[in-house]
Protein backbone atom coordinates (compact mmCIF):
# COMPACT_ATOMS: atom_id res chain seq x y z
CA UNK A 1 0.00 0.00 0.00
CA UNK A 2 1.29 3.05 -0.57
CA UNK A 3 1.01 6.46 2.16
CA UNK A 4 -0.30 8.64 -0.57
CA UNK A 5 -3.34 6.65 -0.50
CA UNK A 6 -4.25 7.24 2.99
CA UNK A 7 -2.98 10.68 2.86
CA UNK A 8 -5.23 11.75 -0.25
CA UNK A 9 -8.20 10.12 1.39
CA UNK A 10 -7.42 12.13 4.49
CA UNK A 11 -7.02 15.45 2.40
CA UNK A 12 -10.43 14.96 1.02
CA UNK A 13 -12.26 14.09 3.75
CA UNK A 14 -10.84 17.07 5.51
CA UNK A 15 -12.22 19.50 2.32
CA UNK A 16 -15.51 17.97 2.98
CA UNK A 17 -14.97 18.57 6.30
CA UNK A 18 -14.59 22.31 5.88
CA UNK A 19 -16.94 22.25 2.86
CA UNK A 20 -19.13 21.29 5.70
CA UNK A 21 -18.13 23.91 7.62
CA UNK A 22 -18.80 26.85 5.76
CA UNK A 23 -22.46 26.26 4.31
CA UNK A 24 -23.94 24.40 7.65
CA UNK A 25 -26.25 26.63 9.09
CA UNK A 26 -27.13 24.51 11.46
CA UNK A 27 -24.99 24.39 14.61
CA UNK A 28 -25.25 20.57 15.49
CA UNK A 29 -24.42 20.07 11.68
CA UNK A 30 -21.14 22.21 12.03
CA UNK A 31 -20.04 20.38 15.07
CA UNK A 32 -20.52 17.11 13.17
CA UNK A 33 -18.40 18.59 10.15
CA UNK A 34 -15.58 19.56 12.19
CA UNK A 35 -15.58 15.67 13.55
CA UNK A 36 -14.96 15.28 9.86
CA UNK A 37 -12.11 17.13 9.72
CA UNK A 38 -10.63 15.47 13.12
CA UNK A 39 -10.99 11.89 11.59
CA UNK A 40 -9.21 13.02 8.60
CA UNK A 41 -6.55 14.07 11.01
CA UNK A 42 -6.33 10.87 13.22
CA UNK A 43 -5.96 8.95 9.18
CA UNK A 44 -3.05 11.13 8.47
CA UNK A 45 -1.01 11.00 11.77
CA UNK A 46 -1.61 6.88 12.02
CA UNK A 47 -0.33 6.90 7.87
CA UNK A 48 2.68 8.72 9.14
CA UNK A 49 3.18 6.70 12.20
CA UNK A 50 2.93 3.63 9.98
CA UNK A 51 5.37 4.91 7.28
CA UNK A 52 8.23 5.80 9.94
CA UNK A 53 7.94 2.60 11.97
CA UNK A 54 7.21 4.51 14.91
CA UNK A 55 4.31 4.68 17.67
CA UNK A 56 4.35 8.27 18.55
CA UNK A 57 1.46 8.96 16.20
CA UNK A 58 -1.15 6.58 17.93
CA UNK A 59 -0.15 8.43 20.91
CA UNK A 60 -1.43 11.84 19.45
CA UNK A 61 -4.00 9.86 17.47
CA UNK A 62 -5.68 9.00 21.23
CA UNK A 63 -4.95 12.68 22.24
CA UNK A 64 -6.89 13.55 19.69
CA UNK A 65 -10.16 11.71 20.16
CA UNK A 66 -10.03 12.46 23.98
CA UNK A 67 -10.13 16.66 22.72
CA UNK A 68 -12.19 15.73 20.22
CA UNK A 69 -14.35 14.11 22.92
CA UNK A 70 -14.25 16.91 24.92
CA UNK A 71 -15.23 19.41 21.92
CA UNK A 72 -18.35 17.97 21.48
CA UNK A 73 -19.41 18.12 24.57
CA UNK A 74 -18.57 21.91 25.49
CA UNK A 75 -19.52 22.38 21.80
CA UNK A 76 -23.51 20.80 22.29
CA UNK A 77 -23.59 22.22 26.12
CA UNK A 78 -23.27 25.95 24.60
CA UNK A 79 -25.66 25.14 21.22
CA UNK A 80 -28.05 24.00 23.70
CA UNK A 81 -28.00 26.65 25.75
CA UNK A 82 -27.83 29.19 22.80
CA UNK A 83 -31.40 27.19 21.88
CA UNK A 84 -32.52 27.75 25.10
CA UNK A 85 -31.95 31.44 25.08
CA UNK A 86 -33.39 31.80 21.47
CA UNK A 87 -35.62 28.70 20.40
CA UNK A 88 -33.14 27.95 17.36
CA UNK A 89 -30.13 27.14 16.72
CA UNK A 90 -29.28 29.25 13.32
CA UNK A 91 -25.57 30.36 13.47
CA UNK A 92 -26.52 33.08 10.75
CA UNK A 93 -28.74 34.54 13.40
CA UNK A 94 -26.16 34.99 15.73
CA UNK A 95 -24.62 38.74 15.07
CA UNK A 96 -24.30 40.26 17.98
CA UNK A 97 -20.56 40.32 18.01
CA UNK A 98 -20.77 41.86 14.40
CA UNK A 99 -19.28 45.21 14.60
CA UNK B 1 9.11 -8.49 -11.43
CA UNK B 2 6.58 -7.31 -9.20
CA UNK B 3 5.12 -9.50 -6.76
CA UNK B 4 1.39 -10.15 -5.48
CA UNK B 5 2.50 -9.71 -1.74
CA UNK B 6 4.22 -6.27 -2.87
CA UNK B 7 1.41 -4.90 -4.01
CA UNK B 8 -0.82 -6.24 -1.41
CA UNK B 9 -4.05 -7.20 -3.22
CA UNK B 10 -6.20 -7.90 -0.77
CA UNK B 11 -5.51 -4.89 1.50
CA UNK B 12 -5.55 -2.86 -1.30
CA UNK B 13 -8.86 -3.95 -2.23
CA UNK B 14 -10.31 -3.64 1.47
CA UNK B 15 -8.91 0.01 1.10
CA UNK B 16 -10.68 0.89 -1.83
CA UNK B 17 -13.95 -0.45 -0.58
CA UNK B 18 -13.54 1.22 2.56
CA UNK B 19 -12.39 4.93 1.51
CA UNK B 20 -15.46 4.66 -1.24
CA UNK B 21 -18.31 3.73 1.56
CA UNK B 22 -16.49 6.68 4.10
CA UNK B 23 -16.43 9.09 0.93
CA UNK B 24 -20.03 8.65 0.05
CA UNK B 25 -21.16 8.76 4.18
CA UNK B 26 -19.22 12.03 4.55
CA UNK B 27 -21.31 13.51 0.72
CA UNK B 28 -24.12 12.37 3.02
CA UNK B 29 -23.07 14.15 6.33
CA UNK B 30 -22.06 17.66 4.43
CA UNK B 31 -25.13 17.44 1.76
CA UNK B 32 -27.84 15.68 3.72
CA UNK B 33 -31.55 17.87 4.21
CA UNK B 34 -32.18 15.64 7.21
CA UNK B 35 -30.13 16.06 10.57
CA UNK B 36 -30.47 12.46 11.75
CA UNK B 37 -29.31 10.56 8.13
CA UNK B 38 -26.33 13.02 8.35
CA UNK B 39 -26.05 11.87 12.03
CA UNK B 40 -26.26 8.24 11.17
CA UNK B 41 -23.82 9.07 7.37
CA UNK B 42 -21.06 9.90 10.14
CA UNK B 43 -21.51 6.77 11.92
CA UNK B 44 -20.27 5.17 8.79
CA UNK B 45 -17.38 7.89 8.26
CA UNK B 46 -15.89 6.91 11.78
CA UNK B 47 -16.53 3.34 11.36
CA UNK B 48 -14.73 3.41 8.11
CA UNK B 49 -11.75 5.19 9.68
CA UNK B 50 -11.87 2.45 12.38
CA UNK B 51 -11.20 0.01 9.93
CA UNK B 52 -8.48 2.30 7.92
CA UNK B 53 -7.19 2.53 11.48
CA UNK B 54 -6.77 -1.43 11.66
CA UNK B 55 -5.08 -0.93 7.66
CA UNK B 56 -2.45 0.93 9.15
CA UNK B 57 -1.84 -1.56 11.67
CA UNK B 58 -2.98 0.64 15.17
CA UNK B 59 -5.44 -1.68 16.71
CA UNK B 60 -5.83 0.00 20.01
CA UNK B 61 -6.73 3.42 18.31
CA UNK B 62 -9.17 1.56 16.15
CA UNK B 63 -10.87 0.21 19.17
CA UNK B 64 -10.34 3.54 21.01
CA UNK B 65 -12.30 5.32 17.99
CA UNK B 66 -15.42 2.81 18.28
CA UNK B 67 -15.37 3.11 21.81
CA UNK B 68 -15.35 6.88 22.03
CA UNK B 69 -16.83 8.21 18.64
CA UNK B 70 -19.47 6.23 17.45
CA UNK B 71 -20.27 4.82 21.44
CA UNK B 72 -20.31 7.89 22.83
CA UNK B 73 -20.13 11.27 20.62
CA UNK B 74 -22.63 9.84 18.37
CA UNK B 75 -25.14 9.90 21.25
CA UNK B 76 -23.93 12.74 22.40
CA UNK B 77 -24.68 14.06 18.27
CA UNK B 78 -28.38 12.48 18.66
CA UNK B 79 -29.11 14.02 21.95
CA UNK B 80 -28.50 17.32 20.50
CA UNK B 81 -30.42 17.13 17.68
CA UNK B 82 -33.75 15.73 19.55
CA UNK B 83 -32.92 18.21 22.47
CA UNK B 84 -32.45 21.35 19.90
CA UNK B 85 -36.07 19.77 18.30
CA UNK B 86 -34.35 19.96 14.88
CA UNK B 87 -37.23 19.08 12.45
CA UNK B 88 -36.85 14.95 12.21
CA UNK B 89 -38.05 15.03 8.38
CA UNK B 90 -36.78 17.15 5.76
CA UNK B 91 -35.12 20.45 6.74
CA UNK B 92 -34.92 22.91 3.65
CA UNK B 93 -33.17 25.67 6.49
CA UNK B 94 -30.09 23.63 6.92
CA UNK B 95 -27.37 25.54 4.46
CA UNK B 96 -26.41 29.26 4.06
CA UNK B 97 -25.58 30.92 0.69
CA UNK B 98 -21.54 30.45 1.47
CA UNK B 99 -21.88 27.79 -1.00
CA UNK B 100 -20.57 29.66 -3.61
CA UNK B 101 -18.05 30.80 -1.79
CA UNK B 102 -17.46 27.31 0.01
CA UNK B 103 -17.41 24.83 -2.96
CA UNK B 104 -14.13 26.71 -4.41
CA UNK B 105 -12.54 27.79 -0.77
CA UNK B 106 -12.68 23.23 -0.71
CA UNK B 107 -11.68 22.60 -4.22
CA UNK B 108 -8.89 24.85 -4.40
CA UNK B 109 -7.60 23.51 -0.70
CA UNK B 110 -8.12 19.48 -2.13
CA UNK B 111 -6.23 21.07 -5.17
CA UNK B 112 -3.30 22.31 -3.30
CA UNK B 113 -3.05 19.42 -0.66
CA UNK B 114 -3.22 17.03 -3.19
CA UNK B 115 -0.39 18.31 -5.63
CA UNK B 116 1.64 18.71 -2.46
CA UNK B 117 0.74 14.77 -1.20
CA UNK B 118 1.28 13.55 -4.95
CA UNK B 119 4.56 15.65 -5.10
CA UNK B 120 5.95 14.69 -1.98
CA UNK B 121 5.25 11.23 -1.04
CA UNK B 122 4.79 10.11 -4.92
CA UNK B 123 5.56 6.24 -4.52
CA UNK B 124 6.34 6.25 -0.87
CA UNK B 125 5.08 2.50 0.17
CA UNK B 126 4.18 1.96 3.60
CA UNK B 127 6.45 -0.89 4.88
CA UNK B 128 4.67 -4.27 4.45
CA UNK B 129 6.43 -6.03 7.79
CA UNK B 130 5.10 -3.67 10.21
CA UNK B 131 3.54 -5.39 13.49
CA UNK B 132 0.63 -3.86 14.62
CA UNK B 133 1.21 -1.27 17.28
CA UNK B 134 0.82 -2.94 20.74
CA UNK B 135 -0.96 -1.37 23.43
CA UNK B 136 1.94 -1.97 25.98
CA UNK B 137 4.50 0.29 23.41
CA UNK B 138 1.58 2.94 23.52
CA UNK B 139 1.57 2.94 26.96
CA UNK B 140 5.17 3.16 27.75
CA UNK B 141 5.02 6.25 25.28
CA UNK B 142 1.85 8.08 27.44
CA UNK B 143 3.38 7.70 30.49
CA UNK B 144 6.81 8.40 29.53
CA UNK B 145 8.09 10.47 26.92
CA UNK B 146 4.20 11.86 26.48
CA UNK B 147 3.24 12.26 30.44
CA UNK B 148 3.05 16.02 30.14
CA UNK B 149 0.26 16.32 27.47
CA UNK B 150 -1.72 13.71 28.77
CA UNK B 151 -1.57 15.59 32.55
CA UNK B 152 -2.66 18.79 30.29
CA UNK B 153 -5.43 16.32 28.33
CA UNK B 154 -6.33 15.50 31.95
CA UNK B 155 -7.06 19.40 32.94
CA UNK B 156 -8.78 19.74 29.86
CA UNK B 157 -10.94 17.44 30.01
CA UNK B 158 -11.86 18.33 34.06
CA UNK B 159 -12.41 21.53 32.59
CA UNK B 160 -14.62 20.58 29.48
CA UNK B 161 -17.04 18.41 32.22
CA UNK B 162 -17.51 21.62 34.75
CA UNK B 163 -17.48 23.90 31.32
CA UNK B 164 -20.51 21.66 30.14
CA UNK B 165 -22.56 21.09 33.67
CA UNK B 166 -22.27 25.00 33.97
CA UNK B 167 -23.29 25.79 30.72
CA UNK B 168 -25.92 23.55 30.43
CA UNK B 169 -27.62 23.19 33.56
CA UNK B 170 -30.86 25.30 34.57
CA UNK B 171 -30.55 27.65 37.48
Known sequence: MLVNQFLILGALLFCMGVYGVLTRKNAVMVLMSIELILNSVNINLLAFDRLNGSSDGNVFALYVIAIAAAEVGVGLAMVLLIYRNRKNISLDDLSEMKG | ?171
Do not use: C
Not at chain 2, 10 to 18: E, K, L, R
Not at chain 2, 33 to 40: D, P, S
Not at chain 2, 72 to 77: D, I, T, W
Open chain 2, 1 to 171: MVLASDIEVAQNIGFIIIALAMVFAAVGVIASRNVVHAALSLVIVMAGAAAQYVLLAAEFVAVTQVLVYIGAVMVLFLFGVMLTRAKLGKDVDLNNNNAIIAAPVALLLFGVLAFVLLKGFSDDKLPTDSKPQSTQTISDLIFKPYLLPFWALSFVLLAAVIGAIVLARKD
